[in-house]
Structure formats: structure tokens, C-alpha cells
């Protein structure tokens, strides 16, 4: 006599698939510079973060002096601390604790998920991108690729120690479905897109 289980698994085995399917054609995604920063543009902007075209740093400086942030603000990159100080070394913890902007650059970015991965090489501290209220990214526009599957090709063999996937600002509705921003980490996220 046999379970449930075994009934179960015995309709499973006599449903399987005839025959083997072919993966599907990745070349089918986006290749073009163009439709990649469309998409890209599109998706991240559709998750809650703001997207940015800027031609150089400069471009950028002029925006954050246009629309200023109320406090501290900290980069990682060397061009822009005229406007920011130097993210501090992680010898700290609480270093960052009253950080409003933090201002980092991306490896790359990733069109299907509108996703930027950054490593620790790229902010100093692993804390900087999440403990800040507001978290800018810059990344040059050549540096999309279409979906995860060339992402994670793009990161074969390569030791980056500590990254991650960033893909807008901190988010979450798990309590009654109801989209909160901010929840666990940055409020908002900006891409500054730069052309090279």
C-alpha cells in the first residue's frame, strides 16, 4: 500500500518532459550602448532611484551645489572632495554614524534589474553604502551589461573580497504590502550615468 508521498512522486516521475529543452538564447537581450541605458535608465527609476546623465565630475559637483543635502557628506572618489571629505578608514565603526550622503563609483551596472555591483576597493568601508541616508553611485555609461547572466560572467575569476548588488534605495513592504523606502538603509539612491 502505498502514501500519499509516494502517489505524489509517482505522478511527478510520469509527467516529466519527452524531451530535453534548449536553454534560451541569451543574445536576444539588449546589446546596443543605447537600448542597455535605456533600460537601465527605465528599471532603476521604476524601483525608486533617480537617474542622472553627466558628462564628467564637474557635472556632477554642479548638482550636488544645486541641490545640496543637509549634512555630511563623504566619497570615496578624489575628484569630488571639493564638495565631500574623504570616506574615513574603517578603523572607527562609528565614523559614519551621521552620514547624509555618501558618494561611491560602480564596477558596473546591470540593464534587466537596473542593479550596480560595487566592491569594498570602490568605498573603503563595508558599512558606507548602508549606513548613509542617501547613497549616490557613479558609474560610466559603457560599463552596462544586459542581465545577471553576464554580470555573474563578468565577475568569474576575479577576487573582489566584499560586493554587492545595489539596486536603488533600501526597500521593503513586507508588513501589509505597503512599500516602504528607507526601511534598512538608504532612503534614496542616485546613478550619476557618465558619458567617457
Known amino acids: 500500500m502505498s502514501n500519499s508521498r509516494d502517489q505524489i512522486l509517482a505522478k511527478v516521475r510520469a509527467n516529466q518532459p519527452q524531451d530535453e529543452r534548449p536553454l534560451p538564447d541569451l543574445g536576444l537581450f539588449p546589446a546596443r550602448t543605447t537600448e542597455l541605458l535605456d533600460q537601465f535608465m527605465t528599471i532603476l527609476t521604476l524601483i525608486g532611484g ?80 548602508f549606513i548613509c541616508q542617501h547613497l549616490a553611485v557613479v558609474l560610466p555609461v559603457d560599463q552596462l551589461c544586459p542581465n545577471m547572466h553576464q554580470a555573474y560572467q563578468r565577475l568569474q575569476g576575479k577576487d573582489y573580497g566584499f560586493g554587492v548588488f545595489i539596486a536603488g534605495p533600501s526597500k521593503t513592504a513586507d508588513i501589509e504590502q505597503s512599500l516602504v523606502l528607507g526601511a534598512h538603509g538608504a532612503r534614496t539612491m542616485t546613478a550619476f550615468l557618465m558619458d567617457n
Do not use: C
Not at 564638495?83 to 551621521?98: C, G, K, Q, V, Y
Open 50 to 129: 533617480k537617474v542622472q546623465r553627466v558628462s564628467n565630475y564637474a557635472a556632477i559637483e554642479t548638482h550636488l551645489r544645486e541641490h545640496p543635502y543637509p549634512g555630511r557628506m563623504v566619497t570615496s572618489i578624489p575628484a569630488l572632495f571639493s564638495i565631500a571629505e574623504p570616506i574615513p578608514a574603517p578603523s572607527d565603526p562609528h565614523a559614519l554614524a551621521n552620514v547624509e550622503l555618501a558618494i561611491i563609483s560602480g564596477e558596473f551596472g546591470v540593464a534587466e534589474n537596473g542593479a550596480i555591483w560595487v566592491t569594498e576597493a570602490n568605498f573603503g568601508q563595508r558599512v558606507a553604502p
